[in-house]
């Protein structure tokens, strides 16, 4: 093989690679929906993904939750 030919094969893949959809990519609003679902213990594993997801974790902890009753 060629290094042209090789050169053409890295490059294609790559522009695959760039298609492919990413989780980092999902909105804000879709983040706190799929993080609230989580138990505390994944909130927060979840949260040190990036930036965004710690965001989403750190809200979705905050939001006001009804309290446990105690019988």
Known sequence: MSKDSIGFLESKNQSKEEDKPSFADLTLCLLEVIISQLVLK??????????????????????????????
């Not at 993904?49 to 019988?71: F, H, I, N, Q, S």
């Open 42 to 71: 994944d909130n927060i594993l979840g949260s040190a993904v990036c930036k965004t997801w710690r965001e989403a974790g750190l809200y979705v902890r905050k939001v006001d939750k009804p309290p446990w009753l105690m019988c």
